[in-house]
Every structure is written in C-alpha cells, then in structure tokens.
C-alpha cells in the first residue's frame, strides 16, 4: 500500500485545511486508516482514525469538533478537514493504513498554524 499525503502549509490562526492521502489500494479494503501527527521533541499522536466500517473517532480531545476524518471514494483518497486551526496544531501530518497485518506510512505534510 503506498501513501502519498498533500494539503498542509502554513495558515493563521482560525483557518482552515483541508489534508488528503491518496491511497494505492481500495481504500474500502483497508481495515482502517488514521492521521497522526508529530511535532519535534513530542510523541506522535493519533489525530483521528477511519475504521473500515462504522463512526470514525478521534482520540484527541482537542481536535473534537474542529477536525473531520473521511474517505473519497471517487478520489481514493483519506481527507482531514482542520478548521478553526490553533497554533498548537502546528505539526506533520502522517496518513497511515493497516492492510493485511501491515502498516503503512506515508511521508508526512507540514501544517504550520501562525500569524
């Protein structure tokens, strides 16, 4: 499975982007698919996560309500819809994908919150 992520930049405060992960494999065979993110000195952190069925979830209390994972099917893409961005969101961006036992990473794309 390869995974190519795109969308990040830099944004002020209150913006909003949106993420994408093009997925190599029909993204309604993967078990599930996540975004983490990762900033320098800090754990790496699961952001929110795509089961292969049922509601995705998001472990991080404090992107409740402000980030929306989804799945394109047209596209085969994974999407991370961030609005009302803060700054403490400023990271790199990961797409992962668990297939047959496996995960799979993609590169990363740097989201930089900052006026």
């Known amino acids: 499975v390869q995974l190519q992520a795109f969308g990040g930049g830099l944004v002020q405060p209150g913006g909003s982007l949106r993420l994408s992960c093009a997925v190599s494999?029909?993204?309604?065979?993967?078990?599930?698919m996540r975004w983490y993110r990762q900033t320098p000195g800090k754990e790496q952190e699961i952001v929110a996560h795509?089961?292969?069925?049922?509601?995705?979830?998001y472990p991080l209390a404090s992107v409740k309500g402000r980030f929306t994972i989804s799945r394109d099917g047209a596209k085969n893409t994974l999407d991370l819809q961030m609005n009302s961005l803060k700054p403490e969101d400023t990271a790199k961006y990961y797409c992962?994908?668990?297939?047959?036992?496996?995960?799979?990473w993609g590169k990363g794309t740097l989201v930089t919150v900052s006026s």
């Open positions: 992962n994908a668990f297939y047959d036992g496996v995960h799979y």
């Open positions: 795509m089961p292969s069925a049922g509601d995705p979830v």
């Open positions: 494999r029909d993204i309604f065979s993967i078990v599930f």
